[in-house]
């Protein structure tokens, strides 16, 4: 379907409308190869080639992207006084509409979905849908072996709540890999709190059967594959 250009420019970019009308007047785009300066030329985002600043724009309805989250930045869209995981995003990946889909802690590292797709968030966090989350949490101590035990009985937390069945496998150096399926405030450290432990770092390393790419230095990101984004909704091996 046809669209204004400065339309298209505006949904597929951080620009706002006016932003990307100015963009056209600066000869910053071009449609097809040639520089354009009608904002309300008719553009066809399947069979037109536009590009911003020589970028070429591919028409997406929605994106999704997998953070290494570094400590110290917090899983909001905006904050008066902490710098958000948005922030921290490179300027070309910036787009209207993007959240955090889910919150770690501001010292919590690891995997974090950026989207504009609310559903799909929405199915994400869904406590029926009973995603698993994985995270291996580094303890003061070395833990005893019943940890596993008391993860998968279910644990009480300090203030009554009860918490699912987890999973909870002992590594090295004082840390355990943990499978919880919810998503309750601050759960691993108050799991591991109610146990008598406290956790000294927190990494999240998978979600469903989608993990954290190695290749991912702490606060980079990049745009998930059409497979690693269905693959939340499998249950991990
Ligand atoms: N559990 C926590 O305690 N913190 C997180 O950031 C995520 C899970």
Redesign the pocket.
């Known amino acids: 379907m046809k669209e204004r250009l400065d339309k298209y420019i505006s949904s597929q970019t951080a620009l706002s409308r006016k932003e990307a009308q100015k963009a056209i007047r600066d000869k910053r785009v071009t449609v097809n190869g040639e520089v354009i300066r009608a904002v309300d030329l008719k553009t066809d985002p399947d069979s037109d080639t536009v590009t911003l600043d020589g970028q070429a724009l591919s028409f997406k309805k929605h994106v999704y992207y997998m953070l290494n989250k570094p400590a110290g930045v917090v899983?909001a869209t905006e904050d008066r006084a902490e710098k958000t995981v948005l922030d921290i995003l490179p300027e070309p990946l910036r787009r209207k509409g993007i959240f955090p889909a889910g919150?770690?802690?501001?010292?919590?590292t690891g995997l974090l979905i950026l989207t504009d797709d609310g559903d799909y968030a929405h199915r994400m966090l869904s406590p029926k849908k009973h995603v698993d989350?994985r995270?291996i949490?580094t303890l003061d101590r070395t833990p005893d072996d019943s940890i596993c035990e008391r993860f998968h009985e279910g644990i009480t937390l300090g203030d009554g709540t009860a918490c699912k069945s987890g999973q909870a496998e002992i590594l090295v150096n004082s840390r355990v890999l943990v499978t919880?399926s919810e998503?309750?405030?601050?759960?691993?450290?108050?799991?591991f709190a109610a146990l008598g432990y406290r956790?000294t770092a927190?990494e999240?390393v998978q979600i469903g059967s989608l993990r954290l790419d190695p290749a991912l230095s702490p606060g980079e990101v990049r745009e998930m594959t059409d497979d690693e984004k269905d693959s939340v909704f499998v249950d991990p091996i």
């Open positions: 899983s919150r770690l802690d501001k010292d919590t989350k995270y949490a919880i998503g309750k405030y601050h759960q691993v450290k108050r799991m956790v927190l999240r």
